[in-house]
């Protein structure tokens, strides 16, 4: 019943991603703000009536004509790395994000040394280029060590572009210079949890939901870091607390479902499953699931009709076959049993276990002649034992065939010697019967 850790990393990333996504939009307009009224501040004007234009229509949100007034300004002073950072600013705000892209690259080039336009390109890069908004980034950071927000973004950069020791390195060095911003502590527990220190991360997202207690992406990330140190209970009710806010995500009730099932609170799992069917069709795992269930409870009926369902589903899988002829044989359900084991073996004629519970199935439904077929398949891929000596011997005496089923019982009592059980007996007495009557003939 176990969800493997991969699949709960992988719900948690998808979640995380579009988390993030928000946060970027969030973020990146009062950086670029902030950035030009920086600018506008310590920057000669050679012009100033048309960057007076341009500020004015920049207060007014008039993007368009404040980007024409900077276009109209660089084109006189092509090297002045203040204009091209302005137009970068007006483009960004008009969503022209390869224009603004070029315009911050200018800027950078003109003037290494200024921070916001090496900010600026590396949150334009940042979204479609992570690796490539790394070096801008770096050198913002650089420029202004006593903030925290550059080293976020560095970090942000960092582990989006796969490189996850040093994001979280500069995540850190955020945290240190703000203890108290959510969006540090949540980037930095989804970077441990990423890189499977479960225990760190778990702090970090303790703090995230401190300074934001209705952060669902936080409570998902706690439950997922508890989860990897096997903290099933806390694990399980961070779950229940964050599908308090997200009462349809299917998948997440699943999820805890199964917790609970590792933790053998199956008839609380039952209940949040049937919560998770109640806002999403039943998929294969649910299913399965649901039969795990059932059958720990003894709800055998319901056990079968959920994997008869899977199975209609997923009609080529061989082991959901057997599992319902299992389950079938179980219930003494014999020729639909027989059914699912000759389905499963014909998918997959590996599956010698099937095999055997087919000639089962055969045998208790009184097919001796179809027991007898499989268990001459049987024992050419594997040794006869005691059981398939038995049931040979069994199945040669149901029809009659006198000579071959006294000489199937002698070859299992000769290999069952000294075992008092009820085959024993009913071999012995079987064997004498059938050497009575076999002397009897002969005397006739």
Same mark, same amino acid.
């Given at each position: 019943?176990?969800?493997?850790?991969?699949?709960?990393?992988?719900c948690f990333v998808r979640f995380a991603a579009g988390f993030f996504l928000v946060l970027f939009l969030r973020m990146s307009c009062p950086l670029l703000a902030a950035a030009q009224t920086a600018r506008i501040q310590h920057f000669p004007n050679p012009d100033k009536e048309l960057l007076q234009q341009a &500020?004015?229509?920049?207060?007014?949100?008039?993007?368009?004509? *404040?980007?024409?007034?900077?276009?109209?300004?660089?084109?006189?002073?092509? $090297?002045?790395?203040?204009?091209?950072?302005?137009?970068?600013? *007006?483009?960004?705000?008009?969503?022209?994000?390869?224009?603004?892209?070029?315009?911050?690259?200018?800027?950078?080039?003109?003037?290494?040394?200024?921070?916001?336009?090496?900010?600026?390109?590396?949150?334009?890069?940042?979204?479609?280029?992570? +690796?490539?908004?790394?070096?801008?980034?770096?050198?913002?950071?650089?420029?202004?060590?006593?903030?925290?927000?550059?080293?976020?973004?560095?970090?942000?950069?960092?582990?989006?572009?796969? &490189?996850?020791?040093?994001? %979280?390195?500069?995540?850190?060095?955020?945290?240190? %210079?703000?203890?108290?911003?959510?969006? %540090?502590?949540?980037?930095?527990?989804?970077?441990?949890?990423?890189?499977?220190?479960?225990?760190?991360?778990?702090?970090?997202?303790?703090?995230?939901?401190? /300074?934001?207690?209705?952060?669902?992406?936080?409570?998902?990330?706690?439950?997922?870091?508890?989860?990897?140190?096997?903290?099933?209970?806390?694990?399980?009710?961070?779950?229940?607390?964050?599908?308090?806010?997200?009462?349809? $995500?299917?998948?997440?009730?699943?999820?805890?479902?199964?917790?609970? +099932?590792?933790?053998?609170?199956?008839?609380?799992?039952?209940?949040?499953?049937?919560?998770?069917?109640?806002?999403?069709?039943?998929?294969?795992?649910?299913?399965?699931?649901?039969?795990?269930?059932?059958?720990?409870?003894?709800?055998?009926?319901?056990? %079968?009709?959920?994997?008869?369902?899977?199975?209609? &589903?997923?009609?080529? $899988?061989?082991?959901?076959?057997?599992?319902? /002829?299992?389950?079938?044989?179980?219930?003494? &359900?014999?020729?639909?049993?027989?059914?699912?084991?000759?389905?499963?073996?014909?998918?997959?004629?590996?599956?010698?276990?099937?095999?055997?519970?087919?000639?089962?199935?055969?045998?208790?439904?009184?097919?001796?002649?179809?027991?007898?077929?499989?268990?001459?398949?049987?024992?050419?891929?594997?040794?006869?034992?005691?059981?398939?000596?038995?049931?040979?011997?069994?199945?040669?005496?149901?029809?009659?065939?006198?000579?071959? *089923?006294?000489?199937?019982?002698?070859?299992?009592?000769?290999?069952?010697?000294?075992?008092? $059980?009820?085959?024993?007996?009913?071999?012995?007495?079987?064997?004498?019967?059938?050497?009575?009557?076999?002397?009897?003939?002969?005397?006739?």
């Amino acid at each position: 019943m176990n969800e493997s850790r991969k699949s709960r990393m992988d719900c948690f990333v998808r979640f995380a991603a579009g988390f993030f996504l928000v946060l970027f939009l969030r973020m990146s307009c009062p950086l670029l703000a902030a950035a030009q009224t920086a600018r506008i501040q310590h920057f000669p004007n050679p012009d100033k009536e048309l960057l007076q234009q341009a &500020q004015a229509a920049m207060d007014k949100k008039d993007y368009a004509a *404040a980007a024409e007034a900077y276009r109209r300004y660089v084109a006189d002073r092509p $090297d002045d790395a203040y204009g091209h950072f302005q137009l970068g600013y *007006a483009y960004t705000a008009l969503d022209r994000h390869a224009e603004a892209t070029a315009e911050y690259r200018k800027a950078v080039a003109l003037d290494p040394s200024m921070a916001a336009a090496q900010m600026n390109l590396g949150l334009a890069l940042l979204e479609k280029e992570p +690796a490539a908004a790394v070096e801008p980034l770096r050198k913002a950071a650089n420029l202004l060590p006593d903030q925290a927000r550059p080293k976020f973004l560095l970090g942000w950069a960092l582990e989006r572009s796969g &490189q996850l020791a040093p994001a %979280i390195e500069q995540y850190e060095l955020a945290e240190k %210079i703000d203890f108290k911003t959510f969006d %540090i502590h949540f980037a930095l527990g989804r970077a441990l949890l990423a890189s499977q220190h479960a225990a760190e991360a778990e702090a970090e997202f303790r703090q995230a939901l401190e /300074g934001k207690p209705d952060s669902k992406a936080s409570r998902l990330g706690l439950a997922e870091s508890l989860l990897l140190q096997k903290k099933l209970e806390p694990a399980a009710e961070q779950l229940g607390e964050y599908l308090k806010s997200q009462p349809d $995500d299917a998948e997440n009730r699943l999820r805890r479902a199964q917790i609970l +099932a590792d933790l053998g609170k199956y008839d609380d799992a039952l209940a949040e499953l049937d919560r998770a069917e109640a806002t999403a069709p039943a998929t294969l795992a649910t299913l399965k699931l649901r039969a795990d269930l059932c059958t720990e409870l003894k709800q055998y009926p319901e056990a %079968i009709s959920a994997l008869q369902k899977a199975v209609a &589903q997923a009609p080529k $899988d061989a082991e959901l076959h057997a599992r319902l /002829g299992h389950e079938l044989l179980e219930q003494r &359900q014999y020729p639909p049993a027989a059914h699912e084991f000759g389905i499963a073996f014909q998918l997959d004629p590996r599956m010698t276990p099937a095999l055997r519970n087919w000639i089962s199935a055969q045998f208790m439904a009184e097919n001796y002649s179809a027991a007898l077929g499989g268990l001459d398949l049987f024992e050419k891929r594997e040794a006869a034992t005691d059981g398939t000596r038995f049931v040979r011997a069994v199945c040669y005496d149901k029809l009659g065939r006198d000579a071959e *089923a006294l000489d199937a019982y002698q070859k299992f009592l000769a290999q069952h010697a000294g075992t008092n $059980d009820d085959q024993y007996f009913e071999a012995s007495a079987r064997a004498r019967i059938l050497k009575r009557e076999s002397k009897a003939k002969g005397k006739k």
